[in-house]
């Protein structure tokens, strides 16, 4: 289970020539951490690498995505709602549970058929409302590998 949050970063990129006048951008990535303090130094130890001079961590909120679909091929990432629906015992009657799945993929054609795909062996039924493309630059889920400790076992 991934607690994923959404870090934007903000810096001046320089231009392609030293005549260029820097322009400030901001960047979203989503960083899989414990907390708000891991995931900023997560962002922070990932971007070091990529980003020549000074850059800060401008926001951190909570990105509620229930799923998400990372190992397809694509360069962008979608936000697919998606219904669940099950049935009320009792009463007989549909009950629909909303949930967001991020998924990557190159249009947002692709991502629903990803979602599709890689839904069709789950024991429930679904219905997709809502395919957005998000500003999502890069995902970094939580691995093994990563040097930042976590401070409770998982």
């Known amino acids: 289970m991934h607690n994923w ?4 970063i903000s810096y001046d990129k320089r231009g392609k020539t030293m005549e260029d006048v820097p322009q400030k951008v901001v960047e979203s990535y989503l960083v899989d951490a414990l907390s708000f303090t891991e995931a900023e130094a997560r962002i922070i130890e990932m ?21 998400s679909l990372l190992d397809s091929p694509g360069d962008r990432f979608y936000k697919v709602k998606i219904n669940l629906i099950t049935l009320d015992e009792k009463t007989g009657d549909e009950k629909k549970t909303p949930n967001m799945v991020l998924v990557r993929a190159s249009t947002i054609h692709d991502a629903i058929r990803f979602l ?15 395919a957005t493309e998000t500003a999502l630059i890069d995902v970094y889920p939580y691995t093994a590998e990563d040097k930042t400790v976590r401070n409770i076992s998982e």
């Open 5 to 8: 949050f959404e870090c934007k």
């Open 47 to 67: 971007q070091q690498p990529y980003i020549s001079g000074n850059f800060t961590v401008s926001d951190i909120r909570r990105a509620r995505y229930q799923d």
């Open 116 to 130: 599709d795909e890689g839904y069709k062996s789950v024991q429930f039924d679904y219905v997709i409302v809502a």
